[in-house]
């Protein structure tokens, strides 16, 4: 994140306030296609990437929006030619330790989401310490699923909670919603109000899949890297007309 504050931090005026969404998640797709339209390798697509997720992370926090949630990499991720993954495994390392600084000095939370265990070593120890080092930010909090996986997720909280009620510190009518997202990576974070996807895929992937239930779903054309304020102010406005119902009428 860098310091060029415009009149673009604050909310423009078309957008009510009252009904921003509180948590926004992305699915950043569409980099390679990107980068390969233009003739570049797309390893050169995902550094455009970050820079709009980067830019994007400074608009909801202007703007007001708590939470932001990003899919970096999933669990499917793995199977890209070898040096993609390592490339993003890089990068994922140098952004975090270049961003660092700044994240502390605009109040930003980040958290890593995901089985976080797999990562190589060093990234690991990166992602630990930005997440000790920010964990009381409150300007924004900021997840990022890296190695992630929907289903791993919901199937290793099912495992912790079979564990406590094998231990007899549960019992089976007692697994409510509640007990259940307590062991979600996510504990603690609000679900999803608006989820974004990019390059036009009209697929969840895998993605924050007990959390999305009453997402309201944005399919964009526009790719990752060209995903800009001005996109993501129709995605706001789009939002804002639709009517959430939540299963009532
Ligand atoms: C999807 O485009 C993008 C990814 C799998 C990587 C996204 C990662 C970033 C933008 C970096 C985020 C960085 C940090 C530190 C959080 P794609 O490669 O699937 O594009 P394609 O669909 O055109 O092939």
């Not at 390679?32 to 709009?52: E, F």
């Not at 400074?58 to 990499?73: H, M, P, Q, V």
């Not at 600084?101 to 060093?122: C, H, K």
Request: aromatic share 8%; with cysteine; charged share 30%.
């Amino acid at each position: 994140m860098t310091a060029h504050h415009t009149q673009l931090q604050y909310l423009p005026a078309d957008l009510k306030r009252e009904l921003l969404p509180k948590h926004v998640a992305v699915i950043m797709d569409g980099n390679g296609r990107w980068a390969k339209r233009q003739g570049l390798p797309r390893i050169i697509g995902h550094k455009h990437g970050v820079d709009a997720l980067k830019d994007l992370l400074r608009c909801c926090k202007d703007w007001g929006i708590a939470a932001l949630t990003a899919y970096a990499f999933s669990t499917e991720n793995w199977k890209r030619p070898q040096e993609e993954v390592e490339f993003l495994m890089t990068l994922f390392q140098r952004v975090l330790r270049q961003e660092l600084r700044e994240m502390l000095e605009e109040n930003v939370q980040i958290r890593f989401v995901g089985n976080l265990q797999a990562l190589p070593r060093i990234l690991q120890e990166e992602i630990s310490r930005s997440m000790e080092e920010t964990k009381d930010n409150r300007a924004i909090r900021f997840t990022v699923a890296t190695n992630y996986g929907g289903r791993q997720e919901i199937l290793q909280a099912c495992r912790a909670i079979a564990d406590q009620v094998k231990q007899g510190l549960l019992q089976p009518d007692e697994i409510d919603e509640a007990t259940f997202e307590r062991h979600l990576y996510t504990a603690g974070i609000c679900d999803p109000d608006l989820l974004i996807r990019t390059s036009g895929e009209m697929r969840i992937s895998n993605f924050l899949l007990w959390q999305m239930a009453y997402a309201e779903i944005y399919i964009t054309d526009t790719l990752w890297p060209d995903f800009d304020r001005a996109e993501f102010h129709r995605a706001l406005s789009a939002y804002q007309q639709r009517e959430r119902r939540f299963g009532k009428v």
